[in-house]
């Protein structure tokens, strides 16, 4: 049977506070999917304490490189952040080349 989407994306609002169990504050908090059968790609994103939080799952064959990926995400992010103040774009990653050492890491389970 073919697949009805091959890309989900979530928004889930979280709490705009500081959550605290037995006195320890939670700092963070990820979103999690299942990517199924002719399913690509799942994006979680949530938000918590006035932080954004995606998360991306995919199939290793759709998105050999999770670390391009992110790099795309965070340059758009950079692109609707500049549009709003008034900024020049800044340049657009590119597939393949190293990240410089300011770049982020991405984990991987």
């Known amino acids: 049977m073919q697949p009805i989407v091959n890309t989900v994306l979530t928004n889930v609002p979280g709490p705009q506070m500081p959550l605290y169990f037995c006195g ?36 290793r064959e759709v998105m050999p490189d999770p670390a391009f990926y992110q790099e795309c995400l965070d ?16 340049s657009m990653p590119q597939a393949g080349k190293k990240k410089s050492a300011k770049s982020k890491s991405v984990r991987h389970a």
Request: overall charge negative.
């Open 24 to 59: 320890a504050e939670m700092v963070n908090q990820f979103s999690l999917g299942i990517v199924q059968d002719g399913m690509t790609l799942f994006h979680g994103i949530l938000s918590y304490n006035g932080k954004l939080s995606i998360t991306a799952m995919s199939d």
């Open 75 to 90: 340059q758009a992010f950079e692109e609707l952040k500049a549009a709003t103040i008034g900024k020049p774009v800044p």
